[in-house]
């Protein structure tokens, strides 16, 4: 998967192309384009972009975007959803109905939802669209300059935990962030022309955030002061000043390739790009098609177990028929409990040596039986579900799960919830588990019943 970000900066288009191999991450390009009448950076782009599977993504600037923190006090997430938005129009500066909601939830007590709401109106997202328009960009990704640096942040820090600051500057946008292990706290627009930027900004954040004033500043964008930006990394044959001149653009790249719950997409609903459309309905109806094509090739294979099931069933109830035969219809008193006695001990072993027949658990089964599983949907959710049973005509299901939790300790209490022995799981054979987080693989069989 690859990912192209776009931003202007100045007179100037800056683009990273940045490509994902399992957990790595390559940058590709880097490359500036002065902004003229005639400018096709997709188009000046071809020969790189060609036969890749590439994700565009531009940026909102900070001015377009609003971030607020709300405090939820109730009980359930559910119901933090439902009453954020009326709680959101007295933080927003515009009507809620012009606007499009981001929300992150977290829970910070028994009672208490701390809410990180991101916001912005729906115009502005169109107006940003149009903006792209001349130049034949149509970005499948649309998120903002908060986020930009915020994965930036943790990329350049190499996921190592801890706080920083990021003063961005350019001739179109002055704005500072607070990161803290990657994770936005605060982002606040600087006015044109103020000086001694940092010292304005340590005193915001150090009234809300004490602990922000031992977190470094890093200094980002065309017109960043070097002398006082900490010393980075380089990255592969990219310097720090490299990284820091292309801040935005690498950062919106590794958010189009994160996806993930921190992401914020505004091409949503109504502004999903109409190539995106096309592809979700394709995908529908390759996935109708594939159903139909397997439930006919399956068809055959369930009526032959089907066929073995009943004939299992007919011969148990034959077998119990010769044995009801045997019972005299009447019996003194005295031989009663003789006579129970040895029915019962012909009933075990029929049951011992032939049962009625086993069967399947159904698909229904299955899922009722994995959504019983003590998580909810945001810590762990169900990504693909393959259920199966070999064709050699054995009754016993297999299951493929892909899942995605939020973090591996959920992951780890799945994986026990799987080896439950009260479970419908057979333990008797290997549980696979596969780990690459946040996505885990199980292949387990379930047993008959």
């Known amino acids: 998967m690859y990912a192209l970000g776009l931003h202007f900066e100045d007179d100037h288009l800056k683009v990273a192309l940045v490509r994902r191999h399992g957990k790595e991450i390559v940058i590709e390009l880097l490359r500036s384009f002065f902004i003229d009448a ?8 071809h020969p790189i972009l060609v036969g890749k599977n590439v994700r565009t993504i531009t940026a909102l ?26 709680q959101a129009e007295a933080v927003l500066p515009f009507p809620k109905e012009e606007a499009f909601l981001f929300p992150f939830l977290e829970k910070v007590g028994k009672t208490t939802f701390q809410a990180r709401l991101f916001a912005a109106r729906k115009k502005k997202i169109e107006e ?18 908060p986020q930009a640096l915020a994965r930036w942040a943790q990329f350049v820090k190499k996921g190592h935990i801890g706080s920083c600051k ?25 006015p044109p022309g103020s000086l001694n930027e940092c010292e304005r900004a340590d005193h915001f954040l150090e009234q809300k955030f004490p602990h922000s004033s031992h977190a470094p500043w ?25 990284l820091q001149e292309y801040a935005i653009p690498l950062g919106l790249s590794l958010e189009a390739l994160s996806n993930d719950r921190k992401s914020v ?34 068809g055959p294979i369930g009526h032959v177990a089907l066929s ?26 005295e031989d009663f409990s003789n006579c129970l006695y040895d029915l019962e001990k012909e009933i075990q072993q029929l049951n011992r040596a032939k049962k009625f027949g086993t069967f399947s658990p159904k698909v229904s089964s299955a899922l009722a039986w994995l959504g019983s599983a003590p998580f909810s949907p945001e810590d762990l959710s169900l990504q693909k579900f393959r259920y199966s049973i070999p064709s050699t005509g054995a009754i016993q299901v297999e299951l493929q799960l892909e899942l995605q939790a939020e973090t591996q300790e959920i992951a780890k209490q799945f994986h026990s919830f799987l080896k439950d022995i009260n479970g419908p799981v057979d333990l008797n054979r290997e549980i696979l588990w596969v780990e690459d987080p946040p996505f885990y693989q199980a292949q387990l069989f379930l047993k008959p019943i």
């Open 38 to 45: 005639n400018l096709r950076p997709l188009e000046l782009l």
């Open 218 to 242: 890093i200094k980002v964008g065309s017109s960043k002061n070097e002398e006082s930006a900490p010393t980075l990394a380089p990255f592969g044959s990219y310097s720090a000043k490299h």
């Open 265 to 298: 997409q505004w091409r949503s609903g109504p502004l999903v790009p109409k190539h995106l459309v096309r592809a979700r309905k394709k995908m529908r109806w390759l996935l109708t098609a594939g159903s139909l094509i397997l439930a006919i090739l399956l």
């Open 308 to 333: 073995k099931q009943e004939k299992a069933l007919l011969f148990g109830l034959q077998e119990l028929a010769e044995i009801l035969e045997e019972v005299p219809t009447t019996v003194e008193n």
């Open 166 to 190: 990021v003063l961005y500057t350019s001739s179109r946008e002055r704005c500072f962030a607070l990161i803290e292990n990657g994770k936005l706290l605060s982002c606040q627009i600087l």
């Open 128 to 145: 940003h669209l149009q903006e792209w328009t001349p130049l034949g960009v149509d970005p499948s990704f649309v998120s903002g300059v």
């Open 61 to 86: 600037s900070s001015q377009e975007t609003v971030f607020r923190e709300i405090t939820l006090h109730i009980r359930t997430k559910r119901g933090a959803l439902s009453v954020l938005p009326f």
